[in-house]
């Protein structure tokens, strides 16, 4: 099996593959994991999940207790997994939790490391505090990428636009207050059932280096998101737009997070918010 070793981006689909043994998915009640875990099994296959908090075990599904941040029980997670599927995440420390799971990947002998990322990792540049404190999300995403590459592992890496979920989340904060105040750019988000559908796909195929992006079906106006969520929900605010100061937010405004291009979801924001009412 060859190993990807630098960052190439391809339209191969690779080849179905089987493995024996469970595959780990890490983050597996998270917003993404969560919807990872059933289509694995939907496949036949057996998954163990690492989990911070201890949980039952179901039908096909085991769960390991810890914590990625300290290496608490990554290595019973790591065990016996060729396949691991790492959906963990957070708005910072993206790097150190991967580089732990690397370290104990590649002493367990993985055979296959899944990572999901984020558009524009690469093209949003993270120079000062303000970017940090904005958008650090993006650098910390783009420097677990490259402990991946270099993990000597054989990898395959997605990323995707922004989540509808996370859309939301940001949105219901924003109406909070009796004016609201939404930053000047764009986004284009996307389903994380379908981002989770292919990365089902990828994890049970030949490691296939950085593959397309996967990004939502139209690109909106962030003003535009919010006055949808407040049309669905009966709420009547006004809208003051905030350019935000620093390279980050520049590079955002510039559409570095969108890829029109990969405009390959299906599921449009409103229908997400015509879900979410019913």
């Known amino acids: 099996m060859t190993t990807p070793t630098k960052l190439e981006t391809t339209d191969e689909e690779p080849p179905m593959i089987h493995e024996n043994g469970p595959i780990l998915v890490t983050g597996g009640t998270g917003t993404l994991g969560r919807l990872v875990v059933p289509r694995?099994?939907?496949?036949?296959?057996?998954?163990?999940?690492?989990?911070?908090?201890?949980?039952?075990?179901g039908e096909g599904i085991e769960f390991v207790t810890g914590d990625l941040a300290t290496t608490e029980g990554?290595?019973?997670?790591?065990?016996?997994a060729e396949i691991i599927v790492h959906c963990a995440g957070s708005t910072?420390?993206?790097?150190?939790k991967a580089l732990n799971l690397i370290r104990a990947a590649s002493?367990?002998?993985?055979?296959?490391?899944?990572?999901?990322?984020v558009v524009g990792a690469d093209k949003i540049?993270?120079?000062?505090?303000?970017?940090?404190?904005?958008?650090?999300?993006?650098?910390?995403?783009?420097?677990?990428?490259?402990?991946?590459?270099?993990s000597g592992l054989p990898w395959t890496t997605l990323r995707a636009t922004q989540f509808h979920d996370l859309i939301l989340k940001t949105a219901q904060q924003m109406t909070r207050m009796p004016v609201v105040p939404?930053?000047?750019?764009?986004?284009?988000?996307?389903?994380?059932?379908?981002?989770a559908a292919r990365l089902v796909e990828l994890a049970l195929g030949a490691p296939a280096g950085l593959v397309?992006?996967?990004?939502?079906?139209?690109?909106?106006?962030?003003?535009?998101?919010?006055?949808?969520?407040m049309r669905a929900?009966?709420?009547?605010?006004?809208?003051?737009?905030?350019r935000l100061p620093g390279k980050a937010a520049r590079a955002v405004r510039a559409g570095a997070n969108l890829a029109p291009d990969r405009a390959v979801g299906r599921r449009t924001w409103e229908e997400f918010l015509a879900e979410q009412v019913s």
Do not use: N, W
């Open 74 to 80: 990554i290595e019973a997670a790591v065990e016996g």
């Open 125 to 150: 540049p993270i120079a000062s505090g303000i970017d940090r404190a904005m958008f650090g999300y993006f650098g910390s995403k783009l420097a677990a990428e490259r402990l991946v590459t270099d």
């Open 182 to 195: 939404v930053p000047v750019g764009r986004f284009q988000p996307v389903d994380a059932g379908e981002v």
């Open 212 to 229: 397309p992006d996967l990004a939502g079906p139209r690109v909106y106006e962030m003003a535009e998101l919010v006055r949808g969520y």
């Open 92 to 96: 910072k420390g993206d790097e150190d």
């Open 107 to 117: 002493r367990a002998g993985a055979r296959h490391l899944v990572f999901i990322s």
């Open 40 to 57: 694995l099994r939907d496949a036949g296959c057996e998954v163990r999940v690492l989990s911070r908090r201890s949980r039952e075990a």
């Open 233 to 242: 929900h009966g709420k009547r605010r006004p809208i003051m737009p905030v």
